[in-house]
């Protein structure tokens, strides 16, 4: 967890700091896990066109490489463009 989050806490006592650091800790592994879970499911459905063989076939694992790259490139550049809109949106006027 990127601890700079938990700077406005400080007036809290150590316990509810420790509480929000964990809580803070869980709603990241969850967005992480539904963005994988997304990944997984888009480009699944994308690229999976039969279930003849138990692996991919040469075309259809070459769409799930690509899909995923620009799954999460697309990931990558929003999470900057949030940071970048949020350090405007925290500087004092």
């Known amino acids: 967890m990127d601890k700079s989050m938990?700077?406005?806490l400080?007036?809290?006592?150590e316990e509810d700091?420790?509480?929000?650091?964990?809580m803070i800790?869980?709603?990241q592994v969850r967005d992480s896990l539904r963005m994988y879970n997304s990944l997984v499911e888009r480009c699944f459905t994308?690229?999976?066109d039969s279930f003849r063989r138990k692996s991919l076939d040469k075309q259809e694992e070459t769409c799930?490489?690509?899909?995923?790259e620009k799954f999460l490139k697309h990931s990558m550049r929003v999470g900057m463009r949030f940071a970048e809109l949020n350090q405007g949106a925290a500087t004092p006027d």
């Open 6 to 8: 938990l700077g406005d």
């Open 10 to 13: 400080d007036a809290l006592p």
């Open 17 to 22: 700091k420790l509480r929000m650091s964990a």
């Open 25 to 27: 800790d869980q709603l």
């Open 46 to 48: 994308d690229c999976v």
């Open 64 to 68: 799930v490489r690509r899909c995923a």
